[in-house]
C-alpha cells in the first residue's frame, strides 16, 4: 500500500545560520559537550568543535557562549488544533505557532474536531491547509468510529492511504470491547497505530475531578482511577489477543502504569504518554476550583503523581505529551461543574518539566530530551536527531532563564494554562522545523551578534 507522507508543514527549507559555542546534547546522538553546528538548506551541514566554524556573509550567527542548549526538537503525540469547526479556541497557524515556542518539531492532532475528522476528504483539506498554514509539520490522526460514536469504524483502510498516522476517538473512550477488537484487527492489516483516551463512561459520568478526599471536601462528583486503568488493562489484553499495536494517551494513575508494564513484560505492542500536568499537579490544586485545573483525565493524588514519574523514567511510558486542549474564556469562566476538560500546555511542557524535575534531581536532562523526543518513533516518524546530513529539527533553550508563564500572552488563540502565572525555569529561545526557522523568542536579540 502506497501511503501519503504523514507530516504535512512548511516548505521553506531556506534557513542558514550558525549556532556558534551551543551545548549540544542529544542522547541518541551521544552527544553531550559544546559544538559550532552550521544549518544549510534546511539541514544539519556541520558539525564540530567550539569557535572554529567561521560565520559567512549569509547567514546569521547565534552566539550560545557554551551556555545555551541545543537539543533535538521535540514531539508532541496528542495536541488538539481544533480545526475544523472551532476556530475560535485554535487552528493550525496558532496552535503550531505554540508548538513552536515550546520547542516542539512536529505535533500530531487529534480528530475531535466539528466535523470529526472521519473521513478521506476531510483529511485531504486538512492536510491541504496544513501545508499552507501550519508553522512545524502536522501528522493526523483520524477516528476510530464515525462521529466518535462507537457504533461504526471508519474507513480506516483508506484513511490510511490519505495520510492518517492511526486512529483514535480521543475525548471519548471505545467503550464496547467488541468494536475495539474490530478495530484491532483492521489495524493489523493498514497499519497504523490506535491511540486510546482510556475511560470507563460507567465509572466516570457525572465526575468533575478526582474522586478522593479532595473531591469530598468540595462536594463535587469524582471520577475514580478504576474508570482509566480497568480500561488500560481491558485494551492491553485486547492488543495482545489480537498482536495489534495500540499507545495509551494520558495515563493519570498508579494502576494504569503498572497495567502497562505488565503488558509490556508479556511482550504485547503497547506504548503509553503521560502529560507535563500529571507529572506536576495533583488534586489538591483543584483545591482553589480554577477551571484550568480541569481536565480529562483529572488531576489525581501525589502518590499517582510519583508512580507517573517513575513509570516515565523506568520506561512503562514511552513519552510526553501536552494533550494541548485550547478552550476559549468564556467557555471555561464559568463554575466548576460546567467547565469543559483541558488545559493548554504546548508553550510550558518543557519548562514545566525542566523546573519541575530537572533541577529538583528527581529526573536527567538528558532523560527528559529523550521522552520529549520519543512519540516520533511511536507513531513510525523519523526521530529528530542531532547529527550532520539530519534535517534541522532543533530547539535552543536557555536553561537560566526564568519566566512567568503567561506573562507576555501566548501564542496560542487560548488561554486556559494550569501553568499561568507560575514562575518557570528554562525558556526556548529558537525552533527549527523540518529545516525552516518556526520560532525565534523576543529574548533571542540580546544573543544573536
Ligand atoms: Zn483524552
Ligand atoms: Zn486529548
Redesign the pocket.
Known sequence: MRLADPLVGPSDESAALLLRDVHVLDPRARIDARHDLRVRAGTIAELAEPGTIEAEPDEELIEGDGRLRLLPAFFDP???LRTPGQEHKEDLQTGTRAAAAGGFGAVIA?P?TDPVLDSAPLLRSLRDAAARQARVPVGFLAAITRSLGGEQLTEMAELRQEGALGFTD??KPVQSAGMLRKALQYQRLCGGVLAL?EEDPTLSRGGSMHEGTVSAALGIAGIPTVAESTMVARDAELAGYEDARVHF??LSCAASVQAVAAAKARGWRVSAEVTPHHLMLTEADVRAMDTRMKM?PPLTTEADRQALIEGLRAGSIDCVAS???PHARDEKEVPFEQAPM?TTGLETAFAALYGGLVLPGVLELGLLVERMTAGAALFDLPTPLVAVGEPANLTLVDLDAEWVAGEHGWESRSENCCFAGRRLRGRVLLTLAAGALAHRDRALAAVAV
Do not use: C, E, I, P
Open positions: 496528542h495536541v488538539h487529534m475531535n480521543d475525548g483516551h494517551q494520558h480529562h494533550d494541548h486542549a483541558g
